[in-house]
């Protein structure tokens, strides 16, 4: 019998005692269950003493367990810090989100990562689907639209995405003529009455951004039908800029049609709508090195978005 147990049987305990599960310390560790299970029966074997009592609810530590925690977890963890990128990565992280905010800002946040050995697997989907995902252990990362109240999903707020109005130059000018010539209307603000000519363009049929904009913006309801409806906001995004309308859509989808003026902002309130994004993931993940670090560099790239 070898004096010293080795990396990996010492590995898998930290994880099951941190976790507290057989389960969430295979998703920790990025192997299969089976795995650690022969982890900590070997490691047991090497000790001659239990490591932990399992029962329905995962596996509770012993004192012996205690023990071997405080004795390992610091010098792990420093050689951990120092191993090189690709045994830091050592398993695919799995990202879940909206197609266009991945795309356009969480996936090129994470560029450099990519770069130095971290594997990344995304996965695009609706808040309920992506959060079922997460509570189960399919992803191990998901931003969600929506603030989460799932038992088993922890989550943190990443950034707030503002919604603007927009339309391509042409209806944008149309817009300013038609408010122009409503009786009564403020020429420097542009009502729902000037938009009744202009195709609406929808992210779906219920309209919920669109609705949204209307009851905070014109603090009216929408009574109209959209005249496009996709649920894509890039779709959207294209449709607008070749001429089919308006919509309502977030401003880092639309901040670079803004600049080189393909997009026009039609109304410019004081106050735009606001939707926070949430970053969630399971509270067994919070010590595994690659998913910290995405986690991390996700909120500190969120600073200026």
């Not at 010590?287 to 790239?301: C, G, K, S, Y």
């Amino acid at each position: 019998m070898s004096a010293v147990p080795s990396l990996d049987l010492l590995r898998s305990f930290l994880a099951v005692y941190r976790t507290g599960s057989i389960t969430s310390a295979a998703l920790l560790l990025g192997v299969a269950q089976p795995t650690v299970t022969a982890h900590i029966h070997s490691l047991e074997n090497h000790l001659g003493r239990q490591l932990f009592n399992r029962h329905a609810r995962g596996a509770a530590p012993t004192t012996v367990a205690d023990e071997l925690a405080e004795r390992v977890a610091r010098p792990l963890d420093a050689l951990e810090s120092v191993l090189p990128v690709a045994d830091r990565f050592p398993s695919v992280v799995r990202l879940g989100g909206p197609a266009e905010m991945l795309g356009e800002l969480a996936i090129p946040a994470l560029a450099d990562l990519v770069a130095g050995g971290m594997r990344l697997e995304v996965t695009f989907g609706l808040p309920t689907e992506l959060l079922d995902a997460v509570a189960v252990g399919r992803i191990d990362l998901a931003i969600c639209t929506v603030r989460p109240r799932r038992r088993g999903v922890v989550a943190q707020p990443l950034c707030d995405e503002e919604f603007v109005l927009v339309a391509s130059p042409s209806w944008a000018s149309r817009v300013m003529e038609a408010n122009r010539a409503t009786p009564g209307a403020d020429p420097d603000v542009i009502g729902p009455r000037s938009l009744r000519d202009v195709p609406l363009l929808a992210y779906g049929a219920e309209a919920p951004i669109l609705r949204r904009y209307w009851r905070t913006v014109f603090q009216t309801r929408l009574t109209r039908t959209p005249d496009v409806v996709a649920a894509d906001l890039r779709a959207l995004l294209t449709a607008v800029r070749a001429g089919a309308g308006a919509t309502v859509l977030p401003r880092y989808l639309v901040a670079a049609g803004l600049r080189d003026g393909s997009l026009r902002a039609v109304a410019s309130p004081e106050l735009p709508p606001l939707n926070t994004l949430y970053l969630t993931c399971r509270p067994a993940v919070a010590e595994h090195r690659a998913i910290t670090t995405v986690r991390d560099t996700l909120l500190a790239a969120a600073r200026t978005w």
